[in-house]
């Protein structure tokens, strides 16, 4: 049997702001899957949508705020200190250089993210960097043909894939997620209305203090979660 493997799992996203639907999905994953770290790593420039309205310090700020008191997720910030767009194989690849081949590492996205990833710059090479951990919420279906069943087919594993080998896996988590969405909440703001109960307070008041969010009228991206 192999040996078990220090096992780091990365969560990404602009955190735009962090909100209890990000917080508690990464809480649930790393106590699920019994990741010995979860990252919280927030995005300096995304390719995906617009760049966000406040500033990657500004963002980072309140993921911090929103960790203190929480020993089991850790804010990794070195997509904040690379300049230009965003790309995931990036992460990995610096990541993968710091720690060797004897460490696990999990990138962890939602069902949405995974049918866009023949999209992602370099797409191909992410599973040679880590492993893939999907998450679903109860009742979706992955898709039954095209590339991403192709590659669901070829390297689809399970949890303990996760702790016995460093990439290459792609792990389907069913989770219960909270319906909370960053797009609102910061219409919420920019209509003047509050959003208390859906992040810390901590945070809400970093965007009342810093006065965040405040002409936010555009439409959104509706994958920005």
């Known amino acids: 049997m192999s040996n078990k493997l220090h096992t780091i799992a990365l969560f990404g996203g602009t955190f735009d702001p962090v909100h209890f639907g990000h917080l508690r999905m990464a809480l649930e994953l790393r106590q699920a899957l019994d990741f010995d770290e979860m990252r919280l790593v927030p995005s300096h420039q995304p390719r995906h949508r617009q760049t966000p ?62 049918l866009t990833l023949p999209s992602w710059h370099r797409w191909e090479q992410l599973l040679e960097l880590a492993h893939l951990v999907v998450v679903t919420r ?59 109960y859906l992040l810390p307070a901590a945070v809400l008041n970093y965007i009342d203090d810093n006065q965040l969010y405040r002409e936010t009228a555009e439409s959104g991206d509706p994958s920005d979660e």
């Open 53 to 114: 309205g406040v500033s990657a310090g500004q963002r980072r700020q309140m993921l911090a705020l929103a960790l203190e008191g929480c020993d089991e997720l850790q804010l990794d910030e070195r997509e904040l200190e690379r300049p230009g767009p965003t790309y995931t194989v990036d992460t990995l690849e610096e990541l993968r250089a710091e720690l060797g081949d004897q460490v696990s590492i999990s990138f962890c996205m939602g069902l949405d993210s995974l």
């Open 138 to 196: 109860p009742g979706w279906q992955l898709p039954a043909g095209g590339e991403i069943a192709a590659v669901l087919k070829r390297h689809r594993g399970t949890i303990g894939d996760l702790h016995t080998e460093s990439r290459g896996r792609l792990v389907v988590r069913e989770q219960t997620l909270l319906p909370i969405s960053a797009t609102h909440i910061r219409h919420l703001i920019g209509s003047g209305r509050s959003p208390r």
